[in-house]
Protein backbone atom coordinates (compact mmCIF):
# COMPACT_ATOMS: atom_id res chain seq x y z
CA UNK A 1 0.00 0.00 0.00
CA UNK A 2 1.29 3.29 -0.90
CA UNK A 3 2.29 5.85 1.46
CA UNK A 4 -0.43 7.98 0.14
CA UNK A 5 -3.31 5.42 0.84
CA UNK A 6 -1.99 4.54 4.17
CA UNK A 7 -2.18 7.78 5.54
CA UNK A 8 -5.94 7.87 3.95
CA UNK A 9 -7.02 4.63 5.35
CA UNK A 10 -5.19 5.59 8.79
CA UNK A 11 -7.78 9.30 8.71
CA UNK A 12 -10.73 7.38 7.52
CA UNK A 13 -10.34 4.44 10.85
CA UNK A 14 -10.26 7.48 13.26
CA UNK A 15 -12.11 10.44 11.40
CA UNK A 16 -15.06 8.57 10.16
CA UNK A 17 -14.87 4.69 10.28
CA UNK A 18 -17.94 3.92 7.83
CA UNK A 19 -18.05 1.36 4.83
CA UNK A 20 -20.30 1.57 2.50
CA UNK A 21 -20.91 -2.19 0.99
CA UNK A 22 -21.86 -2.53 -2.48
CA UNK A 23 -23.45 -6.00 -2.35
CA UNK A 24 -24.73 -6.40 -6.02
CA UNK A 25 -23.66 -3.37 -7.79
CA UNK A 26 -22.62 -3.48 -11.34
CA UNK A 27 -20.42 -2.24 -13.42
CA UNK A 28 -22.44 0.06 -15.56
CA UNK A 29 -23.64 1.80 -12.21
CA UNK A 30 -20.91 1.62 -10.46
CA UNK A 31 -18.95 5.21 -11.10
CA UNK A 32 -22.40 6.94 -10.39
CA UNK A 33 -23.16 5.26 -7.30
CA UNK A 34 -19.45 5.70 -6.07
CA UNK A 35 -19.31 9.64 -6.77
CA UNK A 36 -22.54 9.88 -5.03
CA UNK A 37 -21.18 7.91 -1.67
CA UNK A 38 -17.84 10.09 -1.87
CA UNK A 39 -19.41 13.54 -2.18
CA UNK A 40 -21.90 12.20 1.21
CA UNK A 41 -18.45 12.35 2.86
CA UNK A 42 -17.60 8.29 2.57
CA UNK A 43 -14.05 7.52 2.94
CA UNK A 44 -13.88 3.63 3.10
CA UNK A 45 -16.37 1.64 -0.10
CA UNK A 46 -16.29 -1.72 -0.36
CA UNK A 47 -17.64 -4.18 -3.38
CA UNK A 48 -18.45 -7.72 -2.36
CA UNK A 49 -17.03 -10.23 -4.43
CA UNK A 50 -20.05 -11.67 -5.46
CA UNK A 51 -21.32 -8.99 -7.00
CA UNK A 52 -21.74 -9.11 -10.68
CA UNK A 53 -18.04 -8.92 -12.22
CA UNK A 54 -17.13 -7.29 -9.25
CA UNK A 55 -13.50 -6.88 -10.53
CA UNK A 56 -14.51 -5.19 -13.53
CA UNK A 57 -16.24 -2.64 -10.87
CA UNK A 58 -13.04 -2.62 -8.67
CA UNK A 59 -10.92 -1.94 -11.59
CA UNK A 60 -12.61 1.26 -12.78
CA UNK A 61 -12.91 2.42 -9.30
CA UNK A 62 -9.33 2.14 -8.60
CA UNK A 63 -8.38 4.08 -11.64
CA UNK A 64 -10.07 7.00 -10.84
CA UNK A 65 -10.16 6.67 -6.73
CA UNK A 66 -9.49 9.82 -4.92
CA UNK A 67 -6.29 10.16 -2.60
CA UNK A 68 -8.05 10.72 0.26
CA UNK A 69 -11.06 7.68 -0.21
CA UNK A 70 -9.75 3.82 0.50
CA UNK A 71 -11.32 0.74 -1.75
CA UNK A 72 -11.26 -2.65 -1.97
CA UNK A 73 -12.61 -5.87 -1.91
CA UNK A 74 -15.92 -7.68 0.34
CA UNK A 75 -16.46 -11.19 0.81
CA UNK A 76 -12.86 -12.25 0.32
CA UNK A 77 -12.76 -16.43 0.70
CA UNK A 78 -9.44 -16.97 -1.37
CA UNK A 79 -6.11 -15.71 -0.58
CA UNK A 80 -5.36 -15.80 -4.44
CA UNK A 81 -7.81 -12.26 -4.72
CA UNK A 82 -5.00 -10.44 -2.38
CA UNK A 83 -2.42 -10.05 -5.48
CA UNK A 84 -5.15 -9.01 -7.65
CA UNK A 85 -6.02 -6.41 -4.86
CA UNK A 86 -2.18 -5.11 -4.74
CA UNK A 87 -2.04 -5.13 -8.28
CA UNK A 88 -5.13 -2.82 -8.68
CA UNK A 89 -4.24 -0.80 -5.56
CA UNK A 90 -7.36 -1.43 -4.12
CA UNK A 91 -6.23 -2.06 -0.14
CA UNK A 92 -9.27 -3.38 1.82
CA UNK A 93 -9.82 -6.89 2.00
CA UNK A 94 -13.16 -7.69 3.55
CA UNK A 95 -14.02 -10.97 5.15
CA UNK A 96 -17.15 -12.36 6.40
CA UNK A 97 -14.97 -14.91 8.06
CA UNK A 98 -11.62 -15.54 10.04
CA UNK A 99 -9.17 -17.34 7.39
CA UNK A 100 -5.76 -16.94 8.28
CA UNK A 101 -4.71 -17.75 5.35
CA UNK A 102 -6.82 -14.91 3.71
CA UNK A 103 -5.06 -12.81 6.21
CA UNK A 104 -1.33 -13.97 6.15
CA UNK A 105 -1.31 -12.80 2.33
CA UNK A 106 -3.26 -9.62 2.57
CA UNK A 107 -0.29 -8.85 4.83
CA UNK A 108 2.31 -10.27 2.78
CA UNK A 109 1.00 -7.99 0.18
CA UNK A 110 0.89 -4.57 2.26
CA UNK A 111 -3.39 -4.43 1.88
CA UNK A 112 -5.67 -3.96 5.15
CA UNK A 113 -7.24 -6.85 6.34
CA UNK A 114 -10.86 -5.90 7.83
CA UNK A 115 -11.90 -9.37 8.98
CA UNK A 116 -15.55 -10.69 9.83
CA UNK A 117 -15.56 -12.46 13.06
CA UNK A 118 -18.05 -13.96 15.73
CA UNK A 119 -16.83 -15.05 18.43
CA UNK A 120 -13.69 -14.48 20.80
CA UNK A 121 -11.93 -17.47 19.10
CA UNK A 122 -12.35 -16.10 15.57
CA UNK A 123 -11.11 -12.43 17.06
CA UNK A 124 -8.32 -13.47 18.46
CA UNK A 125 -7.29 -15.38 15.96
CA UNK A 126 -7.90 -12.51 13.53
CA UNK A 127 -6.10 -10.64 15.48
CA UNK A 128 -2.78 -12.40 15.99
CA UNK A 129 -2.62 -13.39 11.88
CA UNK A 130 -2.22 -9.69 11.59
CA UNK A 131 -5.81 -7.96 10.78
CA UNK A 132 -5.86 -4.31 11.14
CA UNK A 133 -9.69 -4.05 11.89
CA UNK A 134 -12.05 -6.63 13.40
CA UNK A 135 -15.95 -7.05 12.05
CA UNK A 136 -18.18 -8.22 14.07
CA UNK A 137 -20.69 -10.09 11.74
CA UNK A 138 -23.89 -10.51 11.66
CA UNK A 139 -23.64 -7.79 14.29
CA UNK A 140 -27.73 -7.00 14.54
CA UNK A 141 -28.40 -10.73 15.30
CA UNK A 142 -26.17 -10.53 18.16
CA UNK A 143 -26.52 -7.52 19.10
CA UNK A 144 -24.67 -4.87 21.98
CA UNK A 145 -25.24 -7.24 25.04
CA UNK A 146 -23.23 -10.02 22.92
CA UNK A 147 -20.93 -7.22 21.55
CA UNK A 148 -19.55 -5.85 25.31
CA UNK A 149 -19.12 -9.40 26.65
CA UNK A 150 -16.44 -10.10 23.93
CA UNK A 151 -15.36 -6.85 23.94
CA UNK A 152 -13.06 -7.63 27.25
CA UNK A 153 -11.33 -10.01 25.84
CA UNK A 154 -9.84 -7.85 22.61
CA UNK A 155 -7.39 -5.70 21.66
CA UNK A 156 -8.06 -2.72 23.19
CA UNK A 157 -6.36 -0.70 20.46
CA UNK A 158 -8.17 -3.43 17.42
CA UNK A 159 -10.64 -1.09 16.07
CA UNK A 160 -14.63 -3.43 15.66
CA UNK A 161 -16.67 -2.67 13.06
CA UNK A 162 -20.71 -3.61 13.69
CA UNK A 163 -21.82 -5.09 10.45
CA UNK A 164 -25.10 -6.57 9.11
CA UNK A 165 -28.54 -5.10 10.37
CA UNK A 166 -27.23 -1.49 11.05
CA UNK A 167 -28.90 1.07 10.27
CA UNK A 168 -30.39 4.58 11.19
CA UNK A 169 -32.25 3.32 14.58
CA UNK A 170 -29.57 1.47 16.36
CA UNK A 171 -26.53 3.42 15.59
CA UNK A 172 -26.64 5.11 19.13
CA UNK A 173 -26.83 2.02 20.82
CA UNK A 174 -24.02 0.75 19.10
CA UNK A 175 -22.01 4.17 19.38
CA UNK A 176 -23.23 3.77 23.23
CA UNK A 177 -21.92 0.00 23.43
CA UNK A 178 -18.22 1.18 22.49
CA UNK A 179 -18.32 0.24 19.20
CA UNK A 180 -15.43 2.21 16.86
CA UNK A 181 -17.51 2.41 13.53
CA UNK A 182 -20.07 0.54 10.98
CA UNK A 183 -19.78 -0.89 8.12
CA UNK A 184 -23.40 -0.31 5.98
CA UNK A 185 -25.02 -2.72 3.65
CA UNK A 186 -28.74 -2.68 2.69
CA UNK A 187 -29.13 0.24 4.89
CA UNK A 188 -27.31 2.58 2.05
CA UNK A 189 -27.45 0.39 -1.43
CA UNK A 190 -29.08 -1.79 -2.62
CA UNK A 191 -29.49 -2.82 -5.94
CA UNK A 192 -32.37 -0.73 -8.53
CA UNK A 193 -31.41 2.58 -6.17
CA UNK A 194 -30.25 4.91 -8.12
CA UNK A 195 -26.91 7.13 -7.36
CA UNK A 196 -29.26 10.25 -5.57
CA UNK A 197 -30.88 7.73 -3.34
CA UNK A 198 -27.51 6.07 -2.34
CA UNK A 199 -26.27 9.72 -1.28
CA UNK A 200 -29.41 10.62 0.50
CA UNK A 201 -28.99 7.77 2.61
CA UNK A 202 -25.26 8.13 2.69
CA UNK A 203 -25.29 11.91 3.97
CA UNK A 204 -28.37 10.37 6.42
CA UNK A 205 -25.67 7.55 8.03
CA UNK A 206 -22.79 10.10 8.36
CA UNK A 207 -24.68 12.65 10.21
CA UNK A 208 -26.26 10.22 12.43
CA UNK A 209 -22.65 8.78 13.19
CA UNK A 210 -21.60 12.59 13.85
CA UNK A 211 -24.61 13.41 16.04
CA UNK A 212 -24.67 10.39 18.34
CA UNK A 213 -20.70 10.62 18.68
CA UNK A 214 -20.87 14.56 19.31
CA UNK A 215 -23.48 13.66 22.13
CA UNK A 216 -21.27 10.94 23.74
CA UNK A 217 -18.14 13.25 23.61
CA UNK A 218 -20.37 15.85 25.35
CA UNK A 219 -21.52 13.38 28.01
CA UNK A 220 -18.22 12.02 28.65
CA UNK A 221 -16.75 15.72 29.14
CA UNK A 222 -19.75 16.83 31.65
CA UNK A 223 -18.89 13.79 33.56
CA UNK A 224 -15.16 15.12 33.76
CA UNK A 225 -16.04 18.10 34.64
CA UNK A 226 -18.36 16.82 37.87
CA UNK A 227 -15.18 14.55 38.70
CA UNK A 228 -12.92 17.75 38.45
Known amino acids: MNETRRAALQAALKDLPLVAILRGVRPDEVDAIFDALVTAGFRMIEIPLNSPRPWESIERLAKRCPDDVVIGAGTVLDPEACQRLADLEAPLVITPNTDPAVIGEAASQDLAPMIGCMTPTEALTAARAGAITLKLFPAGKLGTGYFKDIKAVLPPDLPVLAVGG ?32 VGERGRALIAEWRRVNEGLNQASELEREADA
Request: net charge negative; no cysteine; hydrophobic share 45%.
Open 166 to 197: IDLDNMAEWVAAGIDGFGFGGSVYKPGWSADE
